[in-house]
């Protein structure tokens, strides 16, 4: 019989997830793991554990020689990248759920893997219990991936649902939303859409091998959504979603963003409601695969923590094949979007700016168009996310070439336009 190793944890966070991995190990002791230590930022809270688990000194944790298993799941990034970096050099193997810490610190994370030769997991910083990023790194250990879409972000899937189905408002969801322990304590990452591009960017790593900055991705979350745009949807029985998308070229690059989208009834992300994430996966071979699961939330979470807690008792690792093994692909900025803008100035929109426009209602109050633009347009400028712009995807939004420059500049004028 093979026997596994003997995982000794040290824990970083005692929160939403934190707890939920310490209940969650309580019942799974087939696993041969237990928690030796946890390390909080205070003492004073009451917690449902007996209080010699507790300390407030990392080191307690990060020079025990015993814990062999560094979990980190705090909400400081640059208190999780110390603890992180630090366990890696100390010969320690780290699970962390710290997607902002990780989007962030990529390239450093990968060469400290690398010197240290230990391993670093982190499903459930991206779609909780979904095992996307294993799926991406194994399965998919191929050139095949056409394209991945996915809603990563439970909060903003909530709020929106709460919003348009249930008749709730903003400020109401959003609530729920933290009381449910799905919100970051800044709930502005989940609103404004940072959580949902930091988590892209490392899925971007595992499947197309490509190692951004999520400073360099184009995102926004659904903070300027209005309410003429859920009627628009209405009217097309489409749903809104804050969609991080990601498709191969002809010329083998990658296009990739994070924006709200006009997403058909049809669509497997329509059926994606309220904490839930779902991944859509199109490959050669495979063609449509969709992978769906809680997105947020204590046990879910947990649970993807604890996967990981029992990875390495194999001695797993992350290969970043697509990186290492494969010819990495690279972002562009080359192609267009098919748009839908509403405003209420027509002042803010620069239309001169678009290839075409298809559709314009310049009715009295909220106004909207649809039309083409060139991403690296979007990318080089912010009045799609200001002014009161509300700028939003249509369904299959990318188009790598439009047709000649006469042409686009006739179907302007024939718009009415210019
Ligand atoms: N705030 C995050 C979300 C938590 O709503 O998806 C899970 O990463």
């Not at 917690?47 to 080191?59: C, G, I, V």
């Amino acid at each position: 019989m093979i026997t596994h190793n003997k995982l000794t944890i040290g824990l970083f966070g005692f929160g939403v997830v934190g707890e939920g991995l310490y209940k969650v190990l309580q019942q799974t002791p087939s696993l041969n793991a237990s928690i030796k230590k946890v390390c909080i930022k205070h003492f004073g809270k009451k917690r449902n554990a007996p209080a010699s688990l507790f300390t407030t000194d990392k080191d307690d944790l990060l020079n025990d020689r015993d814990i062999n298993v560094i979990v980190e799941v705090i909400d400081d990034a640059t208190a999780a990248f110390e603890i992180v970096t630090t366990a890696l050099q100390n010969g320690k193997d780290v699970v962390s759920a710290s997607k902002k810490m990780i989007a962030e610190n990529l390239t450093a994370l990968l060469a400290l893997q690398q010197q240290t030769g230990r391993s670093l997991l982190y499903e459930s910083a991206a779609c909780a219990s979904i095992p996307v990023i294993r799926n991406l790194e194994e399965y998919y250990d191929n050139d095949l991936l056409h394209s991945i879409k996915a809603i990563v972000n439970g909060s903003t899937n909530f709020i929106l649902t709460k919003i348009f189905e249930e008749g709730l408002d903003f400020k109401q969801a959003l609530l729920l939303a933290q009381q449910s322990g799905f919100a970051e304590s800044n709930p502005k990452l989940d609103v404004e859409g940072y959580d949902a591009v930091n988590k892209w960017t490392f899925l971007l790593t595992h499947a197309y091998g490509i190692t951004e900055s999520p400073k360099n991705i184009l995102f926004n979350g659904i903070q300027n959504i209005h309410s003429r745009d859920a009627e628009t949807a209405a009217a097309r029985k489409q749903e809104i979603k804050l969609v991080a998308q990601a498709k191969k070229l002809k010329n083998g690059s990658v296009a990739a963003f994070v924006l709200p989208q006009f997403i058909n009834q049809d669509d497997h992300l329509a059926f994606v409601k309220n904490e839930y994430n779902g991944v859509v996966i199109e490959s050669g071979f495979a063609d449509k695969q969709f992978f769906y699961g809680k997105g947020a939330g204590s046990f879910p979470t947990a649970s993807a923590v604890l996967s990981d807690i029992s990875a390495l008792r194999y001695g797993y690792k992350y290969e970043y094949k697509k990186l290492y093994h494969h010819h990495p692909h690279e972002l562009t900025d080359d192609f267009f979007l098919n748009v839908y803008i509403s405003f209420d100035d027509i002042e803010a929109v620069p239309k001169e700016k678009f290839e075409w426009i298809e559709e314009w209602h310049a009715q009295e109050g909220r106004k909207y168009l649809s039309g083409v633009i060139a991403f690296s347009k979007l990318k080089s400028s912010n009045w799609w996310k200001e002014n009161g712009v509300s700028l939003i995807l249509l369904p299959d939004p990318v188009i790598e070439e439009v047709a000649s420059k006469k042409i686009k500049k006739k179907s302007l004028e024939l718009a009415g336009i210019f």
